[in-house]
């Protein structure tokens, strides 16, 4: 029997997982060849409504019910599918001997690997970072915020409560806008006339300044409308557990601060002798997600292929890497199932040769939301705002869920979330 071993069970391994597993289903192949999937949790994490939960007071919903809209059951995904699961934290691969290794000590043998582990929190070595900033990458991570703010909000009459974001990306943009609505909340709850500072620092000319300039115009628009501050071209140098302290010297002070400033690949990437970017930091894999040896006449067990935002590809249009999306992982995911089929057919001989798929990056459309029933969409040429790129946002989440989902648990999970969000609601 050959082991088909799928590191990580985030968007990129499951949809690799659901494909190879349901042609083996069908061609009957269950006996010779088995599907692990491996995954340190026994949930998948919905990243896209990350920010929602970290900021919905348990008034609305308790953890254990966020954790059903947002943290999905892995084995619930794949159920019915020949995919054994294996919960464990991986800690060593061993791509000469074609082992992988975790905590407990226990082996598992693989004769193809694929590398679907994500990617962590980059703190940049700014001292002082790591140990008082909040970050926002799991679902505990947004239990953690939400349970900070409400617990500074109860606290002893204060004047203001102050958050800082530091990191005007994507997920700085959508969390400050989602604090604000959270903060105009809060008074009705726990009484008092609440003042509160949200501000996003950023190192960059503006928040999101790798959109294209009027994406960041419309997004600094929404910001200031909600009353969020923002520090462009300024570089967090240290932090402390009362102030940030500028490159220019200036000190800020914080009672919450948050850190969504960068990732960087799984350090576990780092540790594998595959062949890397320019940057020496990410690894390269081939337009058919095949990762190679370094050095060259390195001689691996297995085929290794990689996905996601634990890999680098390069875009041979534009020479820049695919960005770390949800939708890049999924569509690398089906190509490096179709290429493992391949291989396994020509194994069986029910196809002659190998035909093996390309990924090919495409301009990937987004939709980043802004303080409660607010989005800003691009979809190819098209771009819109306001509340109808916010209802398209719930569609194209839905249809993530129908993918993963039969139809009746998709309308359940996702109507489960649209009822706690929309409660949650404080800016309309
Ligand atoms: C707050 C936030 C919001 C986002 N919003 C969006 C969005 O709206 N749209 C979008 O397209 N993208 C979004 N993204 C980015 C998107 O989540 C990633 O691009 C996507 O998750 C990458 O998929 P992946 O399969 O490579 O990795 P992941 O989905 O991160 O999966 C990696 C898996 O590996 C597991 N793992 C890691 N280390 C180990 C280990 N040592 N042992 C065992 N298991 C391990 C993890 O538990 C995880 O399940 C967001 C990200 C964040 C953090």
């Known amino acids: 029997m050959k082991n088909i071993l799928i590191l990580g069970g985030g968007f990129g391994g499951l949809q690799t997982a659901r494909k190879i597993s349901k042609c083996i289903k069908r061609r009957k192949l269950t006996e010779l060849y088995r599907i692990i999937l491996v995954d340190k949790n026994t949930y998948h994490t919905f990243t896209p409504t990350l920010y929602e939960t970290a900021t919905t007071t348990d008034l609305v919903a308790s953890n254990s019910q966020l954790k059903r809209i947002v943290a999905f059951s892995i084995k619930e ?9 294996v919960t464990g934290v991986v ?3 061993d791509l000469i001997g074609g082992e ?5 000590g226990t082996a ?11 990617s962590q929190v980059n703190y940049f070595n700014i001292p002082g970072m790591l140990e008082h900033a909040l970050p926002l990458k799991t679902f505990t991570d947004a239990l953690r915020i939400r349970e900070k703010i409400v617990e500074c909000e109860e606290g002893e009459d204060k004047p203001a409560l ?4 530091g990191g005007g990306g994507p997920t700085g943009v959508e969390l400050a806008g989602e604090i604000k609505n959270l903060l105009r909340g809060l008074p009705r709850i726990f009484g008092g006339d609440c003042s509160e500072q949200v501000m996003i620092i950023d190192g960059g000319p503006s928040v999101i300044s790798n959109f294209s300039p009027r994406i960041v115009r419309y997004a600094q628009k929404r910001l200031t409308k909600l009353g969020v501050v923002t520090l462009a071209g300024k570089r967090i140098q240290q932090v402390d557990d009362k102030q940030v302290i500028l490159q220019s010297g200036e000190k800020i002070p914080f009672d919450v601060l948050i850190w969504t400033g960068g990732v960087a690949p799984n350090h576990l990437m780092n540790t594998l002798q595959l062949k890397k970017d320019q940057s020496g930091t990410r690894i390269l894999v081939t337009p058919e997600m095949v990762c190679l040896p370094e050095p060259d006449d390195l001689s691996l067990a297995t085929r290794v292929y990689g996905i996601g935002d634990a890999i680098s590809f390069i875009d041979p249009k534009t020479g820049k890497p695919t960005p770390g999306v949800a939708r890049a992982a999924i569509n690398q995911g089906r190509v490096v ?3 493992i089929l391949q291989e396994i ?7 002659r040769t190998v035909r093996a798929e390309q990924y090919h990056p495409i301009n990937y459309p987004y939709i980043l939301p ?3 029933k607010y989005a800003i969409a691009k979809f190819g040429p098209i771009l819109f705002t306001g509340f109808f790129a916010w209802v398209v946002k719930g569609a194209v989440e839905f249809n993530y869920l129908l993918s993963i989902f039969k139809i009746t648990r998709a309308v359940k999970y996702w109507l489960m979330g649209f009822w706690i969000f929309i409660r949650n609601d404080n800016l309309g």
């Open 108 to 118: 598992l043998r693989c004769d193809w690997l694929v590398l679907a582990l994500g």
């Open 162 to 165: 102050r958050v800082i974001i």
């Open 100 to 104: 992988i290794k975790f905590e407990t």
């Open 370 to 372: 802004i303080g409660g």
């Open 77 to 85: 995904i794949l159920d019915g599918l020949p995919v054994e699961i």
């Open 345 to 351: 057919f020509a194994e069986q001989e029910l196809i």
């Open 337 to 339: 199932a179709h290429n």
């Open 91 to 93: 800690t060593e691969i």
